[in-house]
């Protein structure tokens, strides 16, 4: 049985006015104050809100269990990518969270939240011992198949008592999505080796363009419902047991140029028919710009192609302090250290 969303903002009004925010990190429990961001219908059917304690964005009111579980059938927005993006993404998340980790002798590698298995796929044709996670069983049969990737289905919690210990874990494009984000980063803490790493990517609510969209910000849709900030992300992995927290930051290389900006097109769209066409015409010009304009110019089509193009960015430095404001945070911490 099918569950559907609230997407009416009276209804959500009334489920807010009804209820109390517990925060999902800290636990403080708090009223909430006025929204950062309000509900917009179905594409995000509900206010974020910012902890008065620890300050994490996160959704209000929450899903139900229900509503949650109903979001990721197949008409998830990952599984409408085409093949060249998904290696693109591929080489890009590769070279960013898991070439500073590899080594002449195999490490064994997570990858939670794996979906089709590209990821999975370069780090194994790389030398990893690669193991797969993701809710849809789906999208892990289809990762197997294509790639003989060793996949399981379900949520992490599901498997700890049953999976050894890994040198890196990666959680790419995971945690946002998650209900109860320190519980979950227990779970992924316990099943790190001696010195194990956790890589984390995701959305940056500190980013500029959050800034410059607001509400027109390519990372709000209604499966985010916890957003992070550098320093939010830090205290999330503290909470959770972590050390020697790392933070950088970078954008997708689809959305790296103004002309690719959604938040872009959605001011642009506000004027008269011939300004919108001088206004993407000039835009337009500049289109080839940015660190990684090589990968949206020649897309990776197979697996041998995206293996080929890693070394390209090999040399691909992230920015650090105080450059922490493009649209991705790049996350690494570590078991058995504390900062």
Same mark, same amino acid.
């Given at each position: ?79 409408? +990518?085409?093949?060249? %993006?998904?290696? !693109?993404? @591929?080489?890009? &998340?590769? $070279?960013?969270? =898991?070439? #500073? ?44 198949? +294509?790639?003989?990737? %060793?996949?399981? !289905?379900? @949520?992490?919690? &599901?498997? $700890?008592?049953? =999976?050894? #210990? ?63 900030? #550098? ?109």
């Amino acid at each position: 049985m099918s569950v559907a969303l609230t997407t009416n903002p009276i209804e959500v009004k009334r489920r807010a006015e009804h209820a109390v925010l517990d925060c999902v990190n800290c636990g403080a429990h708090q009223t909430p104050r006025l929204p950062v961001i309000r509900a917009n219908g179905l594409n995000r059917p509900f206010d974020l809100h910012r902890c008065t304690t620890c300050g994490l964005i996160q959704q209000f009111p929450r899903y139900s269990a229900g509503e949650l579980a109903a979001l990721y059938g197949a008409s998830y927005y990952v599984f409408d +990518e085409s093949e060249e %993006d998904r290696w !693109a993404r @591929a080489v890009q &998340q590769y $070279v960013i969270h =898991l070439l #500073p980790h590899e080594s002449k002798s195999p490490k064994r590698l997570l990858d939670v939240g794996c979906a089709l298995g590209h990821v999975a796929a370069l780090a194994q044709r790389r030398g990893w011992r690669v193991m797969g996670i993701d809710i849809s069983a789906n999208a892990v049969s289809r990762a197997h198949v +294509e790639f003989g990737i %060793d996949a399981r !289905a379900g @949520a992490l919690e &599901q498997h $700890v008592g049953t =999976l050894p #210990p890994f040198d890196v874990i990666l959680l790419g494009d995971v945690i946002e999505h998650l209900p109860q984000p320190v519980a979950f980063l227990k779970s992924v803490r316990s099943l790190l080796s001696p010195n194990g790493v956790v890589c984390i990517d995701t959305p940056n609510f500190a980013s500029r363009w959050r800034r410059i969209g607001r509400s027109n910000w390519i990372a709000l849709n209604r499966y985010h419902i916890n957003l992070f900030e #550098p320093d939010t992300m830090r205290d999330c992995l503290r909470r959770a047991g972590f050390g020697d927290v790392a933070v950088r930051s970078y954008t997708n290389h689809r959305y790296e140029t103004w002309a690719s900006r959604p938040e872009v097109k959605a001011l642009i769209a506000w004027l008269p028919g011939g300004l919108q066409w001088r206004a993407q015409k000039i835009l337009s010009r500049y289109n080839g710009f940015g660190r990684w304009s090589g990968l949206r110019r020649i897309k990776p089509k197979t697996l041998d192609e995206a293996r080929a193009r890693v070394s390209d960015f090999a040399h691909y430095r992230l920015d650090g302090i105080p450059k922490l404001t493009r649209d991705n945070l790049a996350v690494t911490a570590r078991v058995g250290h504390a900062d």
